[in-house]
């Protein structure tokens, strides 16, 4: 070798080895606050009402959490707009994980909805998992003329038929069990879940959709009847209710779930810690009875995996408002 050659190899190995400590340290500087995470309290937005099922979730989530962390997980309740405003507030947060958010369904569907918002539900924040979920259902007066899904369903191929919801996710739900099955429903809103539910038991509304968790204390009640789960399994807590798969609408399906999110820009290792310490909260025993008791399943998906359900979400309930004349308000 010349003497140019053994003079370049002699400046390139120079380099690596002043390269080599700089790339440890960068290493080094890159774990350290992973490590020390979360170094001061963390808020968790739930961008809903106190006392609701999802202010429940969270702050027994937020307990276990702040023993894990040895830091306070503080809840705030930042409601308005269908949770908008609290999601206005986590998506402005510096995406250091002390600002995280517990979301529902909503989230997905407000894009469909609305005409305007301050946020881009697909970059402004960073999914880390869906924690839980359970299938949206129709629920009839249990001493009503449906005994059972399919004879529902008959009567509104035959005749129109009035179907309650009470808000977007529910009507959507709505809108997609009339074009799965052609029936002649007629959507009618209501503004909150309890109402809808004290009209059906009154027989002022026929039938309508809601949550497990709304309709749960009904049916243990004896007031209302589970026609129909909009998933392709049974629901553990209304084992006898059939799915509208069974009824041959195999395309209706709508769940209901719970999901964790931070602000735009997390580092992947940071999402990766706060989903695998979400796993193991949410194996407690006291965290799994209380979503049993919700009706829900625990899922605690990928950060992948839950990005690709939020789009997937989004235009399937895009596509179901296109079909159906729903326009964005």
Same mark, same amino acid.
């Given at each position: 070798?010349?003497?140019?050659?053994?003079?370049?190899?002699?400046?390139?190995?120079?380099?690596f080895?002043?390269?080599?400590p700089?790339?440890?340290?960068?290493?080094?500087? *890159?774990?350290? =606050?992973?490590?020390?995470?979360? %170094?001061? &309290?963390?808020? +968790? #937005?739930?961008?809903?009402?106190?006392?609701?099922?999802?202010?429940?979730?969270?702050?027994?989530?937020a307990?276990?959490?702040?023993?894990?962390?040895?830091?306070?997980?503080?809840?705030?309740?930042?409601?308005?707009?269908?949770?908008?405003?609290?999601?206005?507030?986590?998506?402005k947060?510096?995406?250091?994980?002390?600002?995280?958010?517990?979301?529902?369904?909503?989230?997905?569907?407000n894009?469909?909805?609305?005409?305007?918002?301050?946020?881009?539900?697909?970059? *402004?924040?960073? =999914?880390?998992?869906?924690?839980? %979920?359970? &299938?949206?259902? +129709? #629920?009839?007066?249990?001493k009503?003329?449906?005994?059972?899904?399919?004879?529902?369903?008959?009567?509104?191929?035959?005749?129109?038929m009035?179907?309650?919801?009470?808000?977007?996710?529910?009507?959507?739900?709505?809108?997609?069990?009339?074009?799965?099955g052609?029936?002649?429903?007629?959507?009618?809103?209501?503004?909150?879940?309890?109402?809808l539910?004290?009209?059906?038991?009154?027989?002022?509304?026929?039938?309508?959709?809601?949550?497990?968790?709304?309709?749960m204390?009904?049916?243990?009640?004896?007031?209302?009847?589970?026609?129909?789960?909009?998933?392709?399994?049974?629901?553990?807590?209304?084992?006898?209710a059939?799915?509208?798969?069974?009824?041959?609408?195999?395309?209706?399906?709508?769940?209901?779930?719970?999901?964790?999110l931070?602000?735009?820009?997390?580092?992947?290792?940071?999402?990766?810690?706060?989903?695998?310490?979400?796993?193991?909260?949410?194996?407690?025993?006291?965290?799994?009875?209380?979503?049993?008791?919700?009706?829900?399943?625990?899922?605690?998906?990928?950060?992948?995996?839950?990005?690709?359900?939020?789009?997937?979400?989004?235009?399937?309930?895009?596509?179901?408002?296109?079909?159906?004349?729903?326009?964005?308000?």
């Amino acid at each position: 070798m010349n003497k140019l050659g053994r003079s370049r190899r002699g400046l390139l190995a120079g380099a690596f080895a002043l390269l080599a400590p700089l790339s440890i340290a960068t290493h080094a500087m *890159a774990a350290e =606050p992973l490590n020390k995470f979360p %170094d001061k &309290p963390v808020i +968790l #937005v739930v961008p809903y009402a106190a006392g609701g099922g999802t202010d429940i979730v969270g702050r027994n989530i937020a307990q276990r959490l702040s023993t894990l962390w040895g830091q306070s997980v503080v809840v705030e309740n930042r409601s308005g707009a269908n949770g908008v405003i609290g999601s206005s507030m986590v998506s402005k947060s510096p995406p250091d994980g002390h600002t995280l958010m517990l979301v529902v369904g909503s989230h997905a569907i407000n894009p469909v909805l609305m005409k305007s918002m301050p946020y881009d539900t697909t970059t *402004a924040f960073t =999914p880390i998992t869906r924690i839980a %979920d359970s &299938p949206m259902v +129709l #629920v009839a007066a249990a001493k009503g003329p449906y005994p059972t899904l399919k004879d529902a369903l008959t009567a509104a191929r035959t005749q129109e038929m009035p179907l309650g919801f009470s808000e977007g996710h529910t009507r959507l739900t709505g809108e997609m069990i009339r074009q799965a099955g052609n029936l002649k429903t007629l959507g009618v809103p209501y503004k909150g879940g309890g109402p809808l539910m004290i009209d059906i038991m009154g027989g002022h509304v026929p039938m309508g959709v809601t949550s497990v968790l709304t309709a749960m204390p009904h049916v243990q009640s004896g007031n209302l009847r589970v026609l129909g789960v909009a998933d392709d399994k049974r629901s553990a807590v209304f084992p006898d209710a059939m799915t509208f798969k069974e009824a041959g609408l195999g395309d209706v399906k709508s769940l209901s779930w719970y999901g964790l999110l931070g602000p735009a820009g997390m580092p992947d290792a940071l999402v990766a810690k706060i989903r695998d310490d979400i796993k193991k909260v949410t194996q407690d025993p006291a965290v799994v009875k209380q979503m049993q008791e919700q009706g829900a399943e625990i899922v605690v998906d990928e950060p992948a995996a839950f990005k690709a359900f939020l789009v997937d979400e989004t235009r399937k309930w895009a596509a179901v408002a296109e079909r159906g004349g729903i326009k964005a308000e």
